[in-house]
């Protein structure tokens, strides 16, 4: 079983920053994929970010160049660093954990920004 925690969710001004976190516990496999996805009021849940075990990132088109996925295998936690965030990326952003094993989500953190 894994178990996903987020943090860093807030309210943020357009413009503005933020960093999430995902820690992830439990029996790893050692090749998974963790990812940040994002759902507003709605919308279908989409794509933010992805990281694979071995550093390999991908990224929504919209996210390209604003934010940054990152991982800390020391701390078993992923990072997903927002920049210049924007008030139509209002959403909940749930952590995502992807292996052989099964596929994981957190219960999601609330990002408002703020126009």
């Known amino acids: 079983q894994v178990q996903l925690v987020e943090s860093g969710g807030g309210l943020v001004q357009a413009g503005g920053s933020l960093r999430l976190s995902c820690t992830v516990s439990?029996?790893?496999?050692?090749?998974?994929?963790t990812g940040w996805y994002r759902q507003a009021p709605g919308k279908q849940r989409e794509l933010v970010a992805t990281?694979?075990?071995?550093?390999?990132?991908n990224y929504a088109d919209s996210g390209e160049g604003r934010f940054t996925i990152s991982r800390d295998n020391a701390k078993n936690t992923v990072y997903l660093q927002m920049n210049s965030l924007k008030p139509e990326e209002t959403a909940v952003y749930c952590c995502?954990?992807?292996?052989?094993?099964?596929?994981?989500w957190g219960q999601g953190t609330q990002v408002t920004v703020s126009s």
């Open positions: 990281v694979t075990s071995g550093g390999i990132t």
């Open positions: 995502n954990f992807c292996s052989a094993g099964g596929d994981y």
């Open positions: 439990g029996s790893m496999p050692r090749f998974n994929i």
